[in-house]
């Protein structure tokens, strides 16, 4: 059995979920989101807590055992707190700035990157100390679903991924970028 699809599910005060045959709805003080799940699990509702239940033993019913608790567990965490994820941009000259809502990117290309958030998701630009400001050189991604900002961050990485002789570009805060070492010379 899923180690993972087994844990229930604890719903917090604030947040309230409806469940329709294979779909769910949850609501919260961020927003609300749905989700139909596959016909391999069941959900069920008691007493604040979601447990997820497979029908059978299947290969397939297994493997979406635990996904869909997942999925579940995520949905009720972001409309109840949210995700963020934050990139870094290093490089000289390469900066971000917000014209509204959309993100502007100067990371070495002849002409800025503008990126268009999708709906439910938030471009902020903070600067090294992490205020808020208008031009800066760290980018929050933020919203209600985990896969949309986990998906947007990954096209704002791509837009200049971090290189590796000199490790300038666009990466995720926190991450290790291998360096090489760059030709040996005369000697």
Do not use: C, W
Request: charged fraction near 30%.
């Amino acid at each position: 059995m899923s180690r993972i699809g087994k844990r229930p599910i604890s719903i917090p005060k604030k947040v309230s979920v409806t469940i329709d045959g294979q779909g769910v709805a949850v609501k919260g003080p961020k927003g609300e989101l749905s989700r139909v799940l596959p016909s391999e699990v069941t959900v069920e509702q008691s007493d604040g807590t979601i447990l997820v239940k497979r029908n059978s033993e299947s290969r397939k019913a297994r493997s979406r055992h635990g996904l869909s608790r997942t999925l579940v567990a995520n949905m009720i965490e972001g409309v109840d707190q949210g995700f963020k994820r934050r990139l870094e941009i290093q490089g000289v000259g390469y900066r971000a700035q917000l014209n509204g809502k959309n993100l502007t990117l100067n990371v070495g290309y002849s002409n800025p990157v503008e990126i268009e958030p999708p709906p439910k998701v938030e471009f902020s630009v903070e600067d090294n100390a992490g205020k808020a400001v208008k031009t800066g050189t760290l980018v929050v991604v933020s919203g209600i679903d985990k896969e949309v900002v986990g998906n947007m961050a990954a096209k704002i990485r791509a837009v200049r991924p971090p290189e590796v002789y000199k490790g300038k570009g666009i990466r995720y805060v926190g991450e290790f970028v291998r360096r090489k070492a760059g030709k040996a010379g005369k000697k």
